[in-house]
């Protein structure tokens, strides 16, 4: 299973992106994608997250400027991020709990996979 995730870029203080992560490869179904981001010196923290029952995630300080979406058709997630602040500059990455079957021996497997990051830089 890869995650690949693009979207990101430098934008001023109040602007817009749009982040996608398509995820390919070997799957059955995703119970749960997300959006993570480290900033510099900073431990990983979670952006936003869907389940596949539905429930929404978002962390307090991007609550009201970004929203997650997902096209299961596709398999890929969109974070659309508004109002942008500097201290939203971070790398992104988007991670999934996924189930893979391997047919020949009907073994299922739930594992979670990350994306490389995607830098999103916002400037004052």
């Known amino acids: 299973v890869q995650l690949q995730a693009s979207g990101g870029g430098l934008v001023q203080a109040g602007g817009s992106l749009r982040l996608s992560c398509a995820a390919s490869?070997?799957?059955?179904?995703?119970?749960?994608m997300g959006w993570y981001r480290q900033a510099p010196g900073k431990q990983r923290e979670l952006v936003a997250a869907e389940r596949s029952s539905g429930s929404i995630d978002y962390a307090d300080s991007v609550k009201g400027r970004f929203t997650i979406t997902r096209d299961n058709a596709k398999n890929t997630l969109y974070l659309q991020m508004n109002s942008l602040k500097p201290e939203d500059t971070a790398v992104y990455f988007c991670?999934?709990?996924?189930?893979?079957?391997?047919?020949?021996?009907?073994?299922?497997?739930?594992?979670?996979?990350w994306g490389q990051g995607t830098q999103v830089t916002v400037s004052s």
């Open positions: 991670t999934a709990n996924v189930d893979t079957m391997t047919w020949a021996t009907m073994e299922m497997l739930k594992d979670d996979y």
């Open positions: 490869g070997n799957i059955f179904s995703i119970n749960y």
